[in-house]
């Protein structure tokens, strides 16, 4: 045996030594949401404005069983501040489902049918974005009624075409616009609904969308 060959076999038996001389390596359990915040309770408070007191009183149920059996959180509606409060339990398995859960009650506050907000629950690149026609284009009057009808269209049509199109969900209330879906689809949404405030035909706005949709159906 050669002395090259010599020192590596004994450097493979001080390897070999030391492997079996260290400790195991310690498996700790994931933290808890309590845990994280040394045991205290975490608090989220969303305001339900006055024309949305009604309906949630009628889907109470729907929006409080997936919060509380699902996402393991508290939520009770504070009738003297007509807030809905909802705060972290023990059990809570992540700190960031309180925060799901906010954004969840704060989409139905705006307008969102639950089908559509429970998708914040589920997902986690989902994101509500809101913008005015205002911040767009200054209209008045008669000018800014027709561009909420274009926004629409007759019977809901463009609305729903830019939805469908783009896997958003579209909520025109008065001058604000609210939409619901991916990040990039959202701004694929918001530029389409851009277009049509300042005056662009429906017609040219579809044929815009299908030109884009079929740009993002070929990469992915």
Request: aromatic residues 6%.
């Amino acid at each position: 045996m050669t002395t090259s060959e010599a020192a590596h076999a004994v450097g493979m038996e001080i390897e070999k030594a030391t492997a079996a001389a260290a400790p195991a390596r310690p498996q700790f359990e994931a933290l808890k949401a309590h845990e994280m915040s040394d045991g205290k309770v975490q608090f989220r408070k969303v305001a339900v404005p006055p024309h949305r007191y009604a309906p949630l009183k009628r889907c109470w149920m729907e929006i409080y069983t997936p919060i509380y059996e699902q996402m393991k959180i508290d939520i009770r509606m504070n009738l003297k501040a007509r807030k809905v409060e909802l705060k972290t339990r023990k059990d809570t398995p992540d700190v960031s489902n309180l925060q799901k859960c906010a954004d969840f009650v704060h989409a139905f506050m705006l307008g969102f049918d639950i089908a559509d907000a429970l998708a914040l629950l589920r997902l986690d690149d989902l994101y509500v974005d809101t913008f005015e026609i205002k911040d767009v284009k200054t209209l008045r009057g008669e000018h800014l009624s027709r561009a909420i009808g274009r926004l629409s269209g007759k019977g809901g049509k463009t609305k729903f075409a830019i939805e469908n199109s783009t896997r958003t969900r579209i909520v025109v209330a008065d001058t604000k616009i609210h939409i619901l879906g991916s990040f990039l689809n959202i701004k694929i949404a918001r530029d389409s609904l851009c277009s049509l405030i300042l005056g662009s035909p429906a017609g040219k706005v579809y044929s815009k969308l299908r030109a884009v949709t079929a740009r993002l159906a070929e990469k992915y």
